[in-house]
């Protein structure tokens, strides 16, 4: 934030400010709140007869207003003096807007020298947003939605302040060059990047996602929409930078280029599917996959911490097990799924591939098999994990699902017989279960035989 300290010292600093274009002093003004900038207006002479600030637009259609929402938005704006500096514009609407009307309020706010613009509305008809929105020298955060379709984007795009970009369903549909990329390529100073609800197979776009400059990347979409990429699909992340990945989707044919040098931090859930179809069940034959994460696998190898985010991830990396490169720097690895039937086949060849592992946390419970007269409870898939003797993991986190059931017993009685260097294991029972239930699982467990001799066990109950 821009400080305002106080003092005769500082005005005279201030009134230096005044050789200042307009619009750079409308960027200044944007990052402050309406109290800062107020401050502002009386210390520095010539902004005292420049500029007045609205600290925040909201327009929502939710709210009461007489008329039509159109007419409401227009008249808000219209309002507004010649010299009104306007910070932050949100406008939502679930009704279908027109899209002349649409870029007219973003001219409106634009040339006020808005620094964060919000459009959560349904749709655009296909219709251009304002060149405008493309070349605003003001705007450092921006999220546009819903279901807006960008066709084109202008050779000149440049958006030197953008640090925040959110699109939600939003659909580039561009019939010359990639609308998507030359978005990217008009933010030299990008941080932050979130997709929601990122179809990428209904796309017309060149498959690339390049920034130098991005840190943070998200992106998601809801796997139970299913999945329709019957042609051919290639997706490549040229963002050395990135510190930061959440990344949830189907996967393409192939990633041709992954460049995530600078990665520290991973969540993945990955879902592969069979002959370009997915039927919302999890696949048991690798034979007839028709997409291939094996490079994307390769580029997440320099990451300090994983998590994977669902059993289908477990699955792909194990059908890809070969593809699993050596995680020197790993050193926290966070297992999150919601089917405890799915085998952990793939664990075996991630921990072999893990040195430097210190902690492991397993959030969705423990997978373990019904008991028969032909299958103990501990599932073959877990039974045979003769890589945890040479495991490096000090810390373990459990949580158990089943009340202390005798599978998850067996389990854990697994790990702490193998784990020769753990230090620590914290278990937390997250059911609703009597006192004598607590207690039973807690003798239970601290009678447990130890590979560590100076393992603690911590037990927790909801």
Not at 30 to 51: C, I, P, Q, S
């Amino acid at each position: 934030m821009f400080e305002v300290p106080n003092g005769t010292h500082w005005c005279k600093k201030m009134d230096r400010m005044s050789g200042l274009a307009d619009e750079t002093l409308n960027v200044i003004m944007g990052f402050n709140g309406a109290t800062e900038a107020a401050r502002v207006l009386t210390l520095a002479k010539r902004f005292r007869n420049l500029h007045t600030v609205v600290g925040s637009l909201n327009l929502d259609d939710i709210n009461d207003f007489h008329g039509t929402f159109s007419e409401f938005v227009s008249e808000r704006l219209g309002l507004l003096e010649d010299n009104q500096f306007v910070r932050r514009f949100s406008l939502k609407a679930r009704a279908i807007l027109d899209p002349a009307d649409i870029a007219q309020w973003l001219r409106d706010v634009l040339k006020r020298g808005v620094v964060d613009v919000s459009l959560h509305i349904h749709g655009n008809n296909g219709a251009p947003l304002p060149l405008e929105l493309f070349n605003s020298r003001s705007v450092g955060m921006l999220r546009l939605g819903r279901h807006l379709v960008i066709s084109e984007v202008p050779a000149t795009a440049a958006l030197p302040a953008l640090e925040t970009l959110v699109l939600d369903s939003v659909r580039f549909h561009a019939f010359g060059d990639c609308a998507f990329q030359a978005f990217l390529s008009a933010c030299p100073t990008l941080k932050d990047l979130t997709i929601n609800g990122w179809f990428w197979e209904t796309w017309r776009w060149g498959g690339m996602l390049s920034n130098n400059s991005l840190q943070r990347l998200t992106i998601t979409r809801r796997m139970q929409s299913g999945f329709d990429g019957f042609d051919y699909q290639e997706i490549s992340f040229q963002t050395p930078s990135l510190r930061y990945l959440d990344y949830t989707n189907f996967v393409p044919d192939a990633y041709p280029v992954v460049n995530l040098e600078s990665l520290e931090e991973a969540k993945i859930d990955l879902q592969v599917v069979e002959d370009r179809e997915w039927f919302g069940e999890l696949l048991e034959d690798p034979d007839h996959l028709s997409n291939n994460p094996t490079n994307f696998i390769e580029g997440i190898k320099n990451v300090k911490s994983l998590t994977l985010s669902s059993s289908s991830t477990f699955q792909t990396l194990y059908f890809f097990r070969e593809s699993i490169p050596l995680f020197e720097n790993l050193h926290h690895l966070t297992m999150r799924h919601s089917d405890m039937r799915i085998c952990w086949r793939f664990l075996p060849f991630l921990l072999s591939k893990t040195p430097n592992l210190k902690t492991l946390h397993i959030e969705g419970g423990l997978h373990y098999a019904q008991k028969s007269e032909s299958l103990d409870y501990v599932c073959k898939c877990v039974s045979e994990y003769s890589c945890l003797s040479s495991c490096a993991v000090e810390f373990m986190d459990i949580n158990l699902w089943d009340d202390g059931a005798e599978g998850e017993m067996e389990q854990i009685k697994h790990f702490l017989g193998k784990l020769a260097h753990l230090e620590l294991l914290k278990v937390h029972s997250l059911g609703s279960i009597s006192d004598g239930e607590k207690l039973r699982i807690t003798n239970h467990l601290l009678m447990l035989p130890r590979a560590s001799p100076k393992c603690k066990v911590e037990i927790s109950f909801r």
